[in-house]
């Protein structure tokens, strides 16, 4: 019998935290290179890369000024890229990592984005908003160029001559709209 109410009282319980869990929300915060996340400020991600140097840049864009740590030839998975973060009033919003084709294919990063966030659809730049800067400081993304939607970040993927590049947005941020 102690058993019985032993076992009954363990699933009353998992039972309960099943509920609590169920009404807390998500945790949106996805957690980059060397625990990066969007919403850090130009200090933040500095000390998390350990870049006591990189290059810093300012683009106005039509919609919206970005302000850029930039690093070259960081290793990402045993790959070679180029590094951008993107920055709006001091809080990270987007990075980019540029990749050469003849250091990895772009059906290599398609099938590794795919495995993580299912299948891409064709870019429309519209549901980016002003994040569309990020990608093309024009807004007008002119190549091969695909999109993964992941909750409140879209990952878009554009294979330009030689390179590929791949930029996560958070739709969340400010500036987007």
């Given at each position: 019998m102690?058993?019985?109410?032993?076992?009954?009282?363990?699933?009353?319980?998992?039972?309960?935290c099943?509920a609590?869990l169920?009404?807390?929300?998500?945790?949106t915060?996805?957690t980059?290179?060397?625990?990066?996340?969007?919403?850090?400020?130009?200090?933040?991600?500095?000390?998390a890369?350990?870049?006591?140097?990189?290059?810093y840049?300012?683009e106005?864009?039509?919609?919206?000024?970005?302000e850029?740590l930039?690093?070259?030839?960081?290793?990402e998975?045993g790959?070679?890229?180029?590094?951008?973060?993107f920055f709006?009033?001091?809080r990270m919003?987007?990075?980019?990592?540029?990749?050469e084709?003849r250091?990895?294919?772009?059906?290599?990063v398609?099938?590794?984005?795919?495995?993580l966030?299912?299948?891409?659809?064709?870019l429309?730049?519209?549901?980016?908003?002003?994040?569309?800067?990020?990608?093309?400081?024009?807004?007008?993304?002119e190549f091969?160029?695909?999109?993964?939607?992941?909750?409140?970040?879209?990952?878009?993927?554009e294979?330009?001559?030689?390179d590929?590049?791949?930029t996560?947005?958070?739709?969340?941020a400010?500036?987007?709209?």
């Open positions: 102690k058993k019985l109410i032993a076992v009954l009282t363990v699933l009353c319980l998992l039972a309960a099943t609590a169920a009404e807390t929300p998500a945790e915060a996805v980059f290179r060397n625990g990066v996340t969007f919403g850090m400020n130009q200090n933040e991600v500095r000390t890369e350990n870049w006591a140097a990189c290059e840049d300012l106005n864009s039509q919609a919206v000024v970005f850029k930039e690093q070259e030839h960081v290793q998975n790959v070679p890229a180029d590094l951008t973060y709006v009033n001091d919003v987007a990075f980019r990592l540029n990749f084709t250091h990895i294919s772009y059906d290599a398609i099938a590794e984005l795919t495995s966030y299912g299948e891409p659809q064709p429309d730049p519209a549901m980016l908003g002003n994040g569309v800067y990020a990608v093309d400081d024009e807004g007008r993304p091969r160029s695909v999109a993964f939607q992941a909750n409140d970040m879209v990952i878009v993927v294979l330009v001559e030689d590929i590049d791949v996560y947005i958070d739709l969340t400010d500036y987007i709209r």
